[in-house]
Every structure is written in C-alpha cells, then in structure tokens.
C-alpha cells in the first residue's frame, strides 16, 4: 500500500519492522524505488537482498533492472545481465529480456541491447518496442522506421508505446510526411481515446516540425490534456521563436488549473529570456518558490540565465546566492550577464571565485572570460585564460575558444600574436578571420589584411556577408581599386548586391574612398532598395573628392525619395557647405534638420557652422551658436576666423570665455598673432 502510494520511507519503516520477510517484500520494495526515481536505494535493497540470503527471481531482476534504467549507470545493467547469463533467464523469459534490451537503451548503450535482442529466441511486441525505444532515445529516426519495417513484416502488431516512439522518431527526422501516417493510422485505431501519450507525443511531433497549427488542433481535440500536453505545445511555440504566444498558452494552462512541472518552467523561463520579458519572469519566480523548486540545479540556472539575459543582475546573483549546488553552468550563465551588460571586472571577478571554489571553466565560460578580456582590452588577464586554455588543450577541441583569442590579441594590439594563434588553429573559419582582418584595417595595415585573407581564402575558408564588407574596408583604407574591382565581381557572382544592402553599401563606399565615383554612382543605382547609409556613402564620395555640386543635388534628391536623414548626413552636408561657402544653405539645413527632422545638433554640426560662420564674417553668430560650449577645438575655429577678419575685441572675448577653461599656450599664440603688433614684428 505504501510503496504504490509513494509513501516510501513510511514502506521502508514498516520493513525495517518485519520480524520475517519474504522474496514478494524484497520485491515490492525493489520495484517502487525504481518507480518512484529512486534507483540508488533500490539497487541498494536488491543487493541487501542477497546478502540476506534472499535469492532474486525475475519479478527480482526486473525490479533491478529498472532501478539501473533510472540511474542510467550502464555497469550496474552490466553486473545485473552478469547474473541473468548465469541463470539463464534472458532467453528463458521474455520479459526479463525485454526489460535488459530496455535497460541497455536507455544507458545509450545501443549495440548492447540490439545484441541482447538478437539472441531472444522469440521476440515480441514488449521486446521490440524496448528496442525501437532505444533508438528513438537516441535520436535515430531512420533505424527506428527500419525495424519497425522488420517487426510488421515478423506480423506483430503495434502497442500504444510502439506509436509514441514512432512518433518520437518522426520529430527527429523533422518528417511531417511520415508523422501524418503514423498520425492516420492512429486514428484509425481509435488510439488518441485508449491513450493520453499517444496525443501527446502527437502534439509533440506536429509542434517540433513546426506544423504549429495542426499541433494546436490535435492539442485542441485531446479529451484530456495533461501538463505534458500542454508543455509539448508550449515548447513548440518556444523553440520556433514564438515566445509571446507561448507565455500566452502558459497563462492558460494556469487558468485551466493545470500546474507546471519543471520542464514546462524551464521552457517560459527560455521564453521570457529570449524576449526579455522580466516581469513575467518574475511571476514564473514566484511559481518556482511555491513549487519549492527554486534550489533545483536545472531550475535555478535557467533562472539566473533569465535574469541575466534580461540586465537584472542583482536578481540573478540572488538565486546563485541561493543554489545548494553551483555547477560549472550556474558560474557561466552569471558571468555571461555581467559580461554581456559591461560589467567586465566582475565578470573576471565571478571567474577566480569561481576558481578558487575549484569549479573547472568549460569551453563557454573560457569564451566570455575572453570577451570581458577583449572590452577591457585587459591582455595580461587574457593571457593567463590563454595559458589554462593551453593546459587543457580546448585549443584542438573548441575551435570557438581559437577564435576568443584572435579577438582579444587583436583588439588589444598584439596583431603578431593573434596571426600566430590564428594560423596553429586546426579549422581556419570566418569568425577569426574576420576579427584579425578588422583588427589589421583599424590599425592602418591594410595590406597586410589583404594578404591574410588572399591566405586563408587560397585554404579553402568560404566568405559570408561580413567577411566581404571587412575586406571592402581594408581596400578603401589603402586605396586598393583593383582589388575591390575583384571582390566586386565575386560579390556579383554570388548575387549577394540583391540579397544584402550591407555589401552593397560597402562597396560604394569603398569606390567613392578610392575616387572612382562613376563605379560608385553604378553601384548605388542598381540597389534594389536604398537607406539613408547608401546615400550617405556616395554624398560623401563626392564631398572628399571636391565635386561638391553634386552633393546638394543628391541630399535633396534623398529627401524627395521620402529617405529620412541622419545625423551623419546632415554633418557631410553641412562640411560641404561650410567647404563652398553657402552660407545660406547651411543656415537653412541647420534649421531643417531640428524642426523637419528632429535630429538634435551634436557638437560637430555646431562646428561645421560655426566654421562656416566664421569664413563668412559672421562672428558674432558664431559666438552666439556656440554659447558656453566647453570644447577647445571650436573656440580655436572662432579665434582663427577673429584673426583672419582682424576682429581684436571679439577675438578678446573669446579668449576671456575660454581661458577658464585652459591655459593651453596654443590659444594664447592665436590671440597673439591676431594683434597687430604681432604682425609688424613679423
């Protein structure tokens, strides 16, 4: 009565009790610690058991059998099949042999079972649904079709559970064709009525194939729907990026009064993480604390990845706090956080704690410890990461570890020990490749990167969209036209001008640094779709190779295709103007772009006009615009134009407004060489 109730330390008291016991007590106590999950203890009791001189029969070895199959510890399957050989009983029984091919699949341990299963002298639906099982487990879709070929050819009949690993399979393989027979046939047979699994593993498949409508409507037929009903669809949502409604079917699944297990809490928490949605996980929280679930390995780090995720650090630190167990994966999620919010000091902080509690880092927790390394640009941390790295030889087994380091090298500025890193890693791949180029365009070496990527291309590493636009970037650095003429035709090739605006504004942005405009103005007028950055690129062009006519006709002509400008632009326009004197104009755009456009003026719109301002004469104006502006650079602009214009009281006043700020000897050399004694000196 207790054992089935799942009162077992009750069970186990009045056992312990028991003056006399027999095989049919052993055996009962056996069988409901493997039903309940606790097959340590019952493989304890089978073992005590024996020494008791209790000999085990099958009912025994099952009981044993199932205790290994919870625990998935293949020596103890090993050591309990060890005793059915001596016996004999797996050919003998077939529900011991049945139960030893189900033990051996579920330890993951295939050819074993296939073995055991070989051997039974007669095989039926128990032995080969065990075995199909293991297979499904195993996420081998084709082998499971393949002896169920075999099974229905030997004229057995499927059960229920034959059709839930079918199902099983079909969600493997992503085979909605093959999931709508099983599906079919199901009905057929009245199944869906016989047993619950049967629709939930139905709902599971449609929901994993992403066939997320029928999986609703055979969730919405379902006579009864179970939290695995409504977790199979929850997950569907989830997993194919429909985090909202997933949230959504949660709520309703609440309303229903169904409660969440941890695999369902596991899922909303990845739901909230993916949208960040914190206060709804917040609420999920609260259903964990209720549940008591809150201390749960699993559980607690899917908190703290949501939390997280989500910017609310001190949230996440509090249920790490709060772990009984801190694995190698609840240290991880934590520093990602406060790698990925900035917070890089603690990140590195959280990795020696984490280091002297002799946690070991694992590939994941390497790569964020390199990525707060790289934000600091901190080498000497990174350099010690790198030498664990190299201790454990994760360099041969991970490549994204190789590529952590060709980042943190390069954007610390040791180029020469990022190209070696590079060049030892086994799988040369697009993402090191793309930070060493990056890296050597930045620092004004972009011959050098040309070099590296001709290298790596000639080793067979394919380009990507990224890789193009860098490598466009290291032409325009050194004004590389023939070779831009190159990636150009490549880039033609593979169509990509259609697929990804980004290359193409690369690309006119590389022929305008170059000066072939014509190859630009083309580039531009074959875009399918043109934004303000496409426009940008070419207005610019123009403007750094003096053909400044061009560029008011090309802004107004943006403006009249409905492209609304950006700060950017409006400080190429109004350089341009500043350059040709329109006074005017630049009024005008100035104006335009705070009311029209509601772009706000930084500091280098203000010195543009107040440049322009000044080569007009205007001083007084451009007194007035900069105010009591505080930047250096802009006050040397005014007292310049105060000298040119020979303005001696304004450029005074300047310099009084000024000298608060700096004793920088420059200025008081500008107000120097505007005073005319200073020039009948020279």
């Known amino acids: 009565m207790y054992v089935k109730s799942g009162f077992l330390i009750k069970a186990q008291e009045v056992f312990d009790r028991l003056n006399?016991?027999?095989?049919?007590?052993?055996?009962?106590?056996?069988?409901?610690?493997?039903?309940?999950?606790?097959?340590?203890?019952?493989?304890?009791?089978?073992?005590?058991?024996?020494?008791?001189?209790?000999?085990?029969?099958?009912?025994?070895?099952?009981?044993?059998?199932?205790?290994?199959?919870?625990?998935?510890?293949?020596?103890?399957?090993?050591?309990?099949?060890?005793m059915l050989e001596i016996q004999g009983l797996v050919q003998k029984d077939l529900l011991v042999g049945s139960t030893l091919i189900d033990t051996y699949s579920k330890c993951g341990l295939l050819p074993q079972a296939r073995q055991v299963f070989d051997m039974l002298p007669e095989k039926n639906v128990v032995a080969w649904t065990a075995l199909l099982g293991g297979y499904a487990a195993d996420r081998n879709g084709m082998e499971v079709f393949h002896f169920f070929e075999q099974m229905e050819s030997s004229g057995i009949s499927p059960s229920t559970v034959t059709y839930v690993y079918l199902l099983k399979a079909c969600s493997s393989l992503g085979s909605t064709d093959k999931g709508r027979a099983v599906h079919i046939e199901v009905e057929r047979k009245g199944l869906l009525k016989v047993d619950p699994n049967v629709g939930n593993a139905l709902v599971d498949m449609y929901a994993k194939c992403n066939v997320l409508a029928i999986a609703h409507e055979v969730f919405d037929n379902l006579s009864r729907r179970t939290v695995v009903s409504w977790t199979a669809l929850i997950t569907g949502y989830a997993e194919h990026g429909h985090n909202e409604l997933a949230l959504q079917l949660y709520d309703e699944m609440q309303c229903e009064g169904i409660t969440p297990n941890v695999v369902t809490l596991i899922c909303v928490l990845q739901a909230c993480k993916s949208i960040r949605a914190a206060q709804k996980g917040k609420e999920i929280h609260t259903e964990i604390k209720k549940q008591g679930l809150e201390a749960d390995n699993v559980v607690g780090n899917s908190l703290i990845d949501m939390y997280a995720k989500c910017g609310?650090?001190?949230?996440?630190?509090?249920?790490?706090?709060?772990?009984?167990?801190?694995?190698?994966?609840?240290?991880?999620?934590?520093i990602s956080g406060y790698a990925e919010y900035g917070q890089n000091e603690v990140a590195l902080k959280l990795y020696r704690q984490m280091q002297l509690e002799e946690i070991s880092p694992d590939c994941i927790t390497y790569n964020w410890i390199l990525k707060a390394c790289t934000s600091l640009r901190d080498v000497e941390n990174g350099e010690?990461?790198?030498?664990?790295?190299?201790?454990?030889?994760?360099?041969?087994?991970?490549?994204?570890?190789?590529?952590?380091?060709?980042?943190?090298?390069?954007?610390?500025?040791?180029?020469?020990?990022?190209r070696q890193i590079f060049d030892k890693l086994p799988v040369k791949n697009q993402v090191g490749l793309a930070a060493l180029i990056s890296c050597y365009t930045e620092q004004g070496l972009g011959e050098e990167a040309l070099k590296c990527f001709e290298k790596v291309q000639s080793?067979?590493?394919?380009?990507?969209?990224?890789?193009?636009?860098?490598?466009?970037?290291?032409?325009?650095?050194?004004?590389?036209?023939?070779?831009?003429?190159?990636?150009?035709?490549?880039?033609?090739?593979?169509?990509?001008?259609?697929?990804?605006?980004?290359?193409?504004?690369?690309?006119?942005?590389?022929?305008?640094?170059?000066?072939?405009?014509?190859?630009?103005?083309?580039?531009?007028?074959?875009?399918?779709?043109?934004?303000?950055?496409?426009?940008?690129?070419?207005?610019?062009?123009?403007?750094?190779?003096?053909?400044?006519?061009?560029?008011?006709?090309?802004?107004?002509?943006?403006?009249?295709?409905?492209?609304?400008?950006?700060?950017?632009?409006?400080?190429?326009?109004?350089?341009?103007?500043?350059?040709?004197?329109?006074?005017?104009?630049?009024?005008?755009?100035?104006?335009?772009?705070?009311?029209?456009?509601?772009?706000?003026?930084?500091?280098?719109?203000?010195t543009c006009a107040v440049d322009l301002l000044g080569r007009a004469g205007q001083l007084d104006k451009a007194i007035e615009i900069m105010g009591n502006s505080p930047d250096l650079v802009v006050w040397r602009v005014i007292l310049s134009a105060c000298r040119n214009w020979g303005n001696l009281e304004l450029g005074k006043q300047a310099f009084e407004d000024v000298n608060c700020m700096s004793e920088e000897l420059s200025l008081c050399t500008s107000l120097s060489h505007m005073h005319p004694s200073s020039h009948k000196q020279s």
Not at 312 to 334: C, G, H, I, P, Y
Not at 386 to 406: F, K, M, Q, W
Not at 508 to 528: R, S, W
Request: hydrophobic share 40%.
């Open 20 to 82: 006399v016991r027999n095989e049919v007590l052993w055996n009962s106590l056996i069988v409901g610690y493997g039903a309940h999950g606790h097959g340590e203890v019952g493989f304890q009791c089978f073992k005590r058991m024996q020494l008791e001189g209790f000999f085990p029969n099958s009912v025994t070895f099952i009981g044993a059998l199932k205790t290994c199959s919870n625990m998935a510890v293949p020596s103890k399957g090993h050591e309990v099949h060890a």
């Open 312 to 334: 609310m650090l001190d949230l996440a630190k509090q249920v790490f706090d709060n772990l009984q167990e801190r694995t190698v994966v609840s240290w991880t999620v934590l």
């Open 384 to 418: 010690e990461v790198h030498t664990e790295i190299e201790r454990h030889g994760l360099l041969e087994r991970d490549h994204s570890i190789g590529n952590a380091l060709v980042e943190m090298y390069s954007n610390c500025g040791l180029l020469i020990t990022a």
């Open 459 to 606: 080793e067979g590493v394919s380009l990507n969209v990224t890789l193009y636009t860098l490598i466009l970037r290291a032409c325009s650095s050194i004004g590389a036209l023939d070779k831009g003429n190159e990636f150009h035709a490549e880039i033609q090739r593979q169509g990509l001008l259609e697929k990804d605006l980004l290359v193409g504004n690369t690309l006119i942005d590389m022929y305008a640094k170059c000066g072939a405009l014509t190859k630009a103005h083309q580039v531009f007028d074959k875009l399918e779709r043109r934004d303000v950055v496409s426009w940008t690129a070419l207005i610019m062009g123009y403007t750094q190779h003096g053909e400044k006519e061009n560029v008011l006709c090309l802004f107004n002509k943006m403006l009249e295709e409905n492209v609304k400008p950006d700060p950017v632009i409006f400080l190429v326009v109004l350089s341009a103007c500043s350059r040709m004197g329109l006074y005017k104009q630049s009024e005008t755009f100035m104006e335009a772009m705070q009311t029209e456009y509601g772009v706000i003026p930084t500091l280098k719109h203000h």
